[in-house]
């Protein structure tokens, strides 16, 4: 289990377009997954980086796209400034009888050293993929759908 990557999949009653800009759409993204993001393309070799505090330490966010398939796929890579590791994120979207199923897969996280850095450990990381996945980013997006139907 432990070099295995991270795998949270859910479904959405909204349509993969939708679910598609709140993922790559830097102004739908603040709303429900980094309030601090500055800037966000989903373009390869687009790179960013923005700062995010968490049990009174700030971590600085780089990110470097990897992949894009519109409506289909977006990863990049994941990093920490002054911490160790590198992972890749990766989030797919397939259209489902009941909207979207999102399958989001985060590699490497255990480069992070999570036994040294203890707020970088894996469980942190289900747990943070279960909130955004499970609560903000399908709440965002279904509240989204109802909104326009």
């Known amino acids: 289990m ?3 990557p991270i795998v949270v999949e859910r479904t ?20 429900w997954y980094f309030p601090s993001l500055e800037e966000f393309e989903p373009e390869v070799g687009f790179e ?5 505090g968490h049990n009174d330490k700030l971590f600085v ?13 977006v990863s ?8 160790p590791g590198d992972s890749v994120v990766s989030w797919e979207l397939f259209p489902d009888d009941e909207g979207a199923r999102i399958v989001l897969t ?9 036994d040294l850095h203890p707020d ?3 469980h942190n990381f289900i747990a943070g ?3 955004f996945l499970g609560t903000k980013l399908k709440g965002f997006v279904e509240e989204e759908t109802e909104a326009e139907n």
């Open 129 to 131: 993929w279960t909130d």
């Open 12 to 31: 959405c009653h909204a349509p993969v377009e939708t679910v598609w800009e709140a993922i790559t759409d830097v102004e739908k993204m603040r709303q």
């Open 76 to 83: 990049y890579e994941w990093r920490f400034g002054g911490y």
């Open 48 to 52: 960013t980086r923005f700062d995010v």
């Open 2 to 4: 432990k070099n295995e």
């Open 106 to 114: 985060h590699a490497g996280v255990e480069t992070f050293r999570g």
């Open 120 to 122: 970088l450990a894996v």
């Open 61 to 73: 966010h780089i990110w470097k796209i990897r992949e894009v398939e519109p409506f289909k796929k």
